[in-house]
């Protein structure tokens, strides 16, 4: 496997966040989720898009907030 790119089974393997097979291919008919190319029928994801997706959208705790972005207590 290129460590580089690979298959919607190889990504939900390596990033359980993402569901399953099926959940990458209704996001991708959506046209959501992490970037995707094809190659013929083919699809693959690299890996710095998959991890940009996974990423974009932090969840930020009261402990993460920094004091005075009205965050803290």
Not at 12 to 29: D, I
Not at 41 to 54: F, N, Q
Request: proline fraction near 8%; include cysteine; charged fraction near 25%.
């Amino acid at each position: 496997m290129d460590p580089r790119a690979f298959s919607p089974k190889d990504a939900v393997a390596l990033y359980p966040a993402l569901g399953s097979t099926g959940t990458l291919a209704n996001l991708r008919v959506q046209k959501r989720g992490p970037r995707f190319f094809k190659l013929g029928r083919r699809v693959i994801y690299r890996v710095e898009d998959v991890e940009a997706y996974l990423f974009a959208r932090p969840v930020l705790t009261r402990d993460c907030a920094e004091p005075g972005n009205g965050g803290g207590r």
